[in-house]
DNA sequence: CGGCATCCCCTCGGATACTG
DNA sequence: CAGTATCCGAGGGGATGCCG
């Protein structure tokens, strides 16, 4: 399962996708950057989400110290979500992932064919 | 921050981690940075991985445009595997991914904590 | 408001065996 | 060498309902 391959490399790829590995927690950071929210604002931000497992990931993300969840005594209660230091530090590679999705999206439109020229180059 | 939706409603970082999601797509495209390698020069570099599932994950990368596969009719038979520009132009983020995640796990090591708790003990 | 509890389905990933 | 073909268990993710 976990091989903790120290130095050479690699592996903190690996590391660093499994936080992020969860289908809404990417989304969920990205909406987080520099901004303390709600959990129902969140969800708002995120429709197709249900409450179990925006609060499953939240929690995931919290145990892995990206994000710190508040919860006030209040009635109602309120519990707010915010990105730790760890999960700011995600910024560049989420703007960046945001940019390269973008970019991504905008050759699926765009007649910019990579063609289908088969493995016609493999050799006699 | 600015919403940046794609035609279907869905945000440009969902749309990347989609395509990098699967356990060894991250190594993998890690490991084929300005390199062509051969199916099993891949699997040595990731001996975890199974046959099966390294076939399928790079199956879906070449579908999705980020890498490609070259058959050549020879005996025996050699294939190999060389992202596209597409494929390529990931490479700032794979390298942030892996200096993050090697960042993470040093953080690990040193208490630099600041929630307290999280340091559940990871049962087996 | 922001959760749990429960049920369920379906995909993902792994193990093993066979083939062109 | 580089795959398919099966079979399988685990669990991620969804739907719904109840609660402090």
Known sequence: MRELLT???KCPVETALELIDG???GVALYH???ETL???ELRRRIPQVTQRVLTKQLRELERDGLLTRTVFAEVPPR???RLTELGE???PIILALRQWGAEYR???DSPHQE???AAAKAAA
């Open 32 to 34: 987080l950057l520099g």
């Open 7 to 9: 130095s050479d490399g």
């Open 115 to 117: 063609s289908g020229d």
């Open 89 to 91: 530090s995600l910024k």
């Open 79 to 81: 519990v707010e979500y």
């Open 106 to 108: 905008a050759r699926q």
């Open 23 to 25: 289908k809404w927690k």
């Open 38 to 40: 709600r959990f129902n």
